[in-house]
């Protein structure tokens, strides 16, 4: 791999991992118009409760969702790790708990092609029972 791919693909992927962990702070989940920055418009969550969300369901109930107020539990994201897929497109892994709760996140971001940065195009969490390592 060149030097110019991997320098190109550290910054991709810490772009992505801070759109990532953006998504997370209370004032971006409370805001429709800072989540429609992040969600890429053919966005598709699996979340850990099994549903199935889109674009729109998600901007609409975000502000809702555990983690979008200061005083109330908030995401504690751990061991993140991020591959560049192809140019403009980068896979990140990782683990959160809120509240006690403990998920496997996968999510796929790509940059907008408007050149407004990254958006999160696919999000699945799956459960971590407690007794699992």
């Known amino acids: 791999m060149s030097a110019p791919f991997e320098a190109a693909s550290a910054a991709d992927i810490a772009e992505a991992v801070a759109a990532e962990l953006r998504l997370m702070e209370p004032s971006v989940r409370t805001s429709r118009a800072l989540a ?19 674009y729109d369901r998600m901007l609409a109930a975000l502000p809702d969702l555990p983690g979008g107020t200061d005083d109330g539990p908030r995401y504690e994201p751990s061991a993140m790790s991020g591959t560049l897929l192809a140019p403009g497109l980068v896979h990140l892994t990782y683990e959160t708990v809120i509240d006690g709760l403990r998920a496997r996140r996968s999510s796929l971001w790509r940059r907008a092609g408007d050149g407004t940065g990254w958006r999160m195009y696919y999000h699945q969490a799956t459960p971590v029972p407690p007794e699992v390592e």
Do not use: K, M, N, Q
């Open 36 to 54: 429609r920055e992040l969600l890429d418009p053919d966005f598709v969550e699996v979340g850990a409760s099994g549903r199935r969300w889109t």
